[in-house]
Structure formats: structure tokens, C-alpha cells
């Protein structure tokens, strides 16, 4: 299973990886659409312009192959050099609770579902059962000489710590667990040197990790309305508030806080596993991935009542957006409609494509704003063929969500894959309770995944989950009928079975509104990485920080990938050797750059370090790395250095 700092991947990503897996030679045809799953972290502050339908890339001006390369390419390195590392080894499983970094988001809507059912989850004050609190851990040892080579994670938390106004790029909280951990335990005599830690995502549908909850920022200094997060009727001045957000910082302290926070338990969790013998039993790995068109699936609930699904569409509340992210319209979750909101949401519904009498019935009581899953002009806006994919290690058994499950929603297909699989997989599990986790959103992005309870509410969730109310009992439905090909005998190749219809690869086909970059140019007194504005002091304190601006270049020039754009290098006393001591991975290093004038090509950039606690006196300075593009089109590495600095 693949995972990225990514907001999800999309079908266009994971044709790519595929492709490009098989052009690495035969020895890579053992990868395919079976045991292939790719997973994001959901970060909302990462690189945009890859996505493979048209709705989510309008905000992101469209398809950019530069940015696609980017994921693809780093994707197959990435599985390359497992593949080139692989040898004998055991897994170990095992959970913790992580508190303080998560809250729902959506409690009216989660209140919806049955009182006998949330009573199950309501543990205690600081664990009610609105959001799952337990974190699911594999460690992998490698058998060669005992060291771990890596974890992986699912807790659920939305990767929205860092605020809609930000504009520099991370891996929010999750991002910053990884980090964390990795350079905690790496260099360790129970770990490789290439250690890798991995934090995905689990059930966070309705999980926010702005954890003091809804707030009106208009003054007031009053919550939300609990039923329609909206402050005085408008969805737009209702913000979730992090642990850090009296800091006036985008939400980057509340963004580590969080990410520290399931860091700590990961780490705690870590060592007891340690402590322990191996306790993934047996030596199969089996998968199974399907299409599956949920246009129009016609299918048998477990009481006997016939459910289908529809073609996909979006609601009203779609357009209010979230407490962590509020639209800035006149819509409100829960509350709006085509009767009581402005005629050019109307106008827009009827532009795009004027649903049925059949899918307003079929999708009911949703009121439909967006009816993408009949649009398909110029290209498809959203999926309506979704990935199901389940893998089996053992007795752990992982489901692949191509959507964002919310809590409630999350247990209930868990639940019924783990009495299916005690039912017919009594052989392979050996006695084993299955361990079931849920990671998504995967492979593409099919928007959201409520229960029945929650869709009727029609909050944002709701109105984002594509098919109609019973979007996941059809999950649910398929994913049940398949895991008889979890069994230790089974073929599950694509040969075996009817792969199902194909999703469209639109790569090719997308629009891209992202501009090139022309040329650039430096002020005719000055050089690229010249120092415009030095280091305002000859020494600092620990957590104070430490600026340079430098004359610079368009960063698109050079992804830099597996290098850094900024970096801080310490002397080495009594030498005049320097060492990079931070780059692009440290969060408390931050590179920002900007365009000063589009005629001329002139751009400059800013490099901060804001020095951390723990950081040795000795003697610093900051270094940028650039490319510059000439008119003619050549690209010219170049770099900049400030003056030297101590820190004390």
C-alpha cells in the first residue's frame, strides 16, 4: 500500500504509476491493479493541478503535467526502491488512543445516527464515541539482523490544521508525525538507517483536527449554531479553532501541535510493539481491486429491501463548505435549497446539467446543486466508477476507501468485513480475531461516504456523498461479495474475474490554466541569489528568527525534488567547512517566494528560520538554491548565502 502527503490520489496518478511500473521491466508486472492501493494523507495544503476530473480542478486552475509528473515519478521511485529492498521479515500489529487531535466536526450530523448504536462507542467523557480515538499500528522487522525498517498508522484526522489562507506548502499534522518520528528513532540500534514512518488516514470524514471546535470570527466571540454552523445565517465567518490559534501564524502552530500530539502516541505505541514477538500470523498477502460503476448498482440491503445507487451529484451544503474550510456563499450546511438561496445557484445547476425527475427522486432528500455525474463536457467532473479494493496480510485485513468515510460510517464497514471475513475465511484467520482498518481516501477521489442517518441530514457530508443515500451499504455490498478472494487458494488476478468497466484517464484530455514560466530576470544591479536583505542581527536566541531575502527565480524551474530550495548550514569549529544542518524537511525552516514584477520576470525570495529550542550555539548562515530560466529558454542553477550568524 502506497501513501502520500498528498490531499487523496486520483485515477490519472495511479494509470501513471501503473504505466509506469511496467516500463521498469518484467520483474515489475507483479504489480498491478490488485495489489497496487494508493493512499493520501489528505493534506489540503499540498501541490494542486493533478487531479483527473474536471470539478476538483477548477480550484486549482486545471491539470498541470509538471505537478502530475511530480507525484508519478516520486510514486515509482518510491515503490522501485522497496521493491529493490525486499527481503524476509514479520509484522506486528497493535493500537493506542491518541487524544487532543481530533473533534467531529459534524456532531449534528453524527447525533443522527442511532442512540443504541453511538451508546456501543460512549467510553468516556474524553472518548464519547464521536470520533474514533484509536490508532492502528504496523511495525515491519526485517529478519536479516532484527532491525525495524519502518510503521505504519491509521488515526483519523483531517489534514486541515494548516488554515484556507495559507499558501506555503506541508504535509499538515500528519506530515509533521512523520517527520517527527522518523528523525526520533532513526540512527537507533533497533532501526535501518532508511527508516520510514508512515501516518495515514483512516475514518476522518466528519474529524476535524481544530479541536476547540466551531467559532464565529465576526466579533462576536460566540460558537456556531450547532445545527447549521453558520454565524448570524452566513456559513463564512464560522472557523474551527486549533489548540494554537491565538498564534497569527496560517495555523502552523496548531498544525504542529496536532502532529506532535499523534507523533507522541505513535512513539509510545512503537516501543511497547517492540517489546513484543510478531503476532501477524501466517505468510499470505492477497488483494483484490474491482471497478465499479455506482451510476446505477441495484443491490439487496441485509433486511431484504431492494437500495440502488445514482449517478453522482452534489448538494447544496456542498457549496457551505466546512467549519474548517467555509464557503463564502449564501449557503448554509443543512439549511439551503434552490428555494431559499440566490437564482444563480439555480442558473448554475441548470448550466451544468438539469437533473431528472428519476435522480432527484433517487438521490432525495438531497437537494441537487451539481449533477456532475451526468456532465461530461468537455471531459467527465467526477467519478462515477470507483475503485474496490481490499488487502489481506494475515489476519489483517485493510479496506480500501476511495472516499472520506466519516466516523460512523467507518465502523459500520469495517464491522460487516470483519464478521464476513470470520464467516468464510475461518481457515485463514486460524482462530485470529481479524484486525480490520480502514485507510482512504484512495486510489480516487469519490468525495464522501456518510450513513444513511447522516446523508438525510444533508450537512456538507452529505451533500458530498456522490450516490445517493445508500452510497455505503453499496460499498459495503461489494466489498463483502468479494472477500471470498481473500483465501489462501483463491487467484485473484484480473484474469480470474471481470475487472469490472474502466475510469477515464484524463491527462491527456484536462485543461491546464496553470501559466509557464517565460523567463526571469534579476534588477540590472544585482545577480541571481544576491543578498537583498541580510540577516538583521550578528547573533540570535533560541526561538528567535532569522530572515534573509535574496534576489530569486521561479521554483518551477526546478522541483528540486530529493533536494531542498533552503537550507541552514552550521561551521564545523575551527574549520571552514559547513554542513547543511536544516532543508525543505524541517518545519521551523520556511521558504517563501514571490513575484515582484510579471512584465520584468524579477522575483525574490524570503528564508526563515525560527530557531528551535534545542539547537546547538555555533555558528550559522542561510543558503537558497535556485534555477533561472533565460529568454531563450535555458535553466541555470545558481545559489545565494547570507552573512554569518551565532546562535547562543
Known amino acids: 500500500m502506497g501513501y502520500a502527503d498528498k490531499e487523496q490520489i486520483d485515477t490519472a496518478v495511479r494509470y501513471g504509476i501503473l504505466s509506469g511500473l511496467q516500463d521498469l521491466g518484467p520483474e515489475y508486472s507483479v504489480y ?9 494523507t489528505h493534506s489540503h495544503s499540498g501541490p494542486g ?38 527481503e524476509p521479515g514479520s509484522l506486528t500489529v497493535g493500537s493506542t488512543k491518541v487524544f487532543g487531535a481530533s473533534i467531529n466536526r459534524s ?89 520510514v514512518a508512515g501516518f495515514s488516514q483512516a475514518n476522518m470524514g466528519d474529524v476535524s483536527p481544530n479541536i476547540l471546535g466551531p467559532w464565529c470570527e465576526d466579533g462576536s ?55 513484543q514477538a510478531p503476532n501477524i500470523r501466517g505468510g499470505t498477502v492477497k488483494a483484490f481491486h474491482n471497478f465499479h460503476d455506482m451510476s446505477d448498482f441495484r443491490f439487496t440491503l441485509p433486511n431484504g429491501s431492494a437500495a440502488r445507487t445514482c449517478p453522482a451529484a452534489l448538494g447544496y451544503s456542498f457549496a457551505a463548505g466546512t467549519s474548517d474550510y467555509p464557503g463564502k456563499f449564501d449557503v448554509a450546511q443543512g439549511g439551503s435549497n434552490h428555494s431559499n438561496t440566490s437564482p444563480l445557484w439555480r442558473a448554475l445547476t441548470w448550466l451544468i446539467n438539469s437533473p431528472s425527475a428519476e435522480q432527484v427522486s433517487c438521490q432525495h432528500p438531497k437537494p441537487i446543486l451539481l449533477d456532475v455525474g451526468a456532465a461530461f463536457k468537455p471531459y467527465a467532473w467526477t467519478p462515477n466508477i470507483v475503485d474496490i479494493q481490499t488487502l ?86 461489494r466489498t463483502k461479495a468479494l472477500l471470498h478472494l481473500m483465501g ?60 534573509a531575502t535574496f534576489v530569486g527565480a521561479n521554483p518551477r524551474n526546478n522541483l528540486r525534488l530529493e533536494r531542498t530550495f533552503a537550507a541552514v548550514e552550521q561551521r564545523q569549529p575551527g574549520t571552514d567547512n559547513w554542513t547543511i544542518v536544516r532543508d525543505d524537511s524541517d518545519w521551523d525552516l520556511i521558504f517563501r517566494w514571490r513575484r515582484i514584477s510579471k512584465v520584468l520576470g524579477t522575483s525574490e525570495v524570503d528564508i526563515s528560520w525560527e530557531i528551535e529550542d534545542w539547537t546547538p550555539p555555533g555558528e550559522y548562515r542561510l543558503r537558497y538554491f535556485g534555477d533561472a530560466k533565460s529568454l531563450g529558454g535555458t535553466v541555470s542553477a545558481f545559489e545565494g548565502v547570507s552573512r554569518a550568524f551565532l546562535v547562543l
Not at 173 to 192: M, P, Q
Not at 240 to 269: H, I, M, N, T
Open 32 to 40: 498491478g491493479h490488485d495489489n497496487l492501493a494508493l493512499s493520501g
Open 107 to 195: 456532531l449534528f450530523s453524527y447525533l443522527a445516527n442511532p442512540p443504541e448504536e453511538r451508546a456501543r462507542y460512549n467510553v468516556s467523557a474524553e472518548d464519547d464515541g464521536s470520533v474514533e480515538k484509536d490508532m492502528t499500528m504496523i511495525k515491519f522487522q526485517r529478519a536479516s539482523d532484527g532491525k525495524n525498517i519502518g510503521v505504519l498508522t491509521w488515526f483519523p484526522t483531517h489534514g486541515t490544521s494548516m488554515q484556507a489562507n495559507n499558501t506555503l506548502i506541508t504535509g499538515d499534522n500528519k506530515g509533521v508525525a512523520a517527520d517527527l518520528f522518523e528523525k526520533k528513532v532513526r540512527g537507533g540500534t533497533s532501526e535501518s538507517d532508511d527508516f
Open 488 to 547: 489462501d487458494n483463491v487467484t485473484t488476478g484480473q484474469a480470474a474475474r471481470d475487472a469490472g468497466p474502466l475510469p477515464p484517464d484524463n491527462s491527456k484530455v484536462s485543461f491546464n490554466f496553470v501559466p509557464g514560466v517565460i523567463y526571469d530576470r534579476h534588477p540590472w544591479y544585482r545577480a541571481f541569489g544576491d543578498v537583498a536583505v541580510d540577516v538583521d542581527k550578528s547573533h540570535y536566541f533560541p526561538g528567535e528568527i532569522a530572515t
Open 221 to 275: 466571540n460566540q460558537m456556531c449554531t450547532f445545527r447549521n454552523s453558520t454565524c448570524g445565517g452566513k456559513s463564512g465567518p464560522c472557523r474551527s479553532r486549533g489548540p494554537g490559534f491565538r498564534k497569527k501564524d496560517f495555523g502552523a502552530s496548531s498544525c504542529f501541535e496536532v502532529g506532535k500530539r499523534q507523533y507522541e502516541s505513535a512513539l509510545g505505541l512503537y516501543r511497547a510493539l517492540d517489546r
Open 49 to 86: 493541478a493533478w487531479l483527473n476530473y474536471l470539478l476538483p480542478q477548477i480550484p486549482s486552475a486545471g491539470f498541470d503535467k509538471q505537478s502530475y509528473r511530480a507525484i508519478v515519478d516520486g510514486c515509482i521511485l518510491s515503490i522501485r526502491r522497496a521493491h529493490e529492498s525486499l
Open 392 to 477: 489481506r496480510v494475515g489476519q489483517l485485513m485493510i479496506i480500501v476507501s476511495p472516499g472520506e468515510a466519516t466516523t460512523m460510517a467507518g465502523r459500520r464497514w469495517k464491522e460487516a468485513v470483519a464478521e464476513t471475513s470470520r464467516q468464510i475465511l475461518q481457515k485463514e484467520l486460524a482462530g485470529e480475531e481479524p484486525v480490520v482498518v480502514l485507510g482512504g481516501p484512495s486510489n480516487t477521489y469519490a468525495h464522501y461516504i456518510t450513513t444513511e442517518e447522516e446523508y438525510r441530514v444533508q450537512r456538507y457530508e452529505g451533500a458530498s456523498t456522490l450516490y445517493g443515500p445508500h452510497t455505503l451499504a453499496a460499498f459495503i455490498d
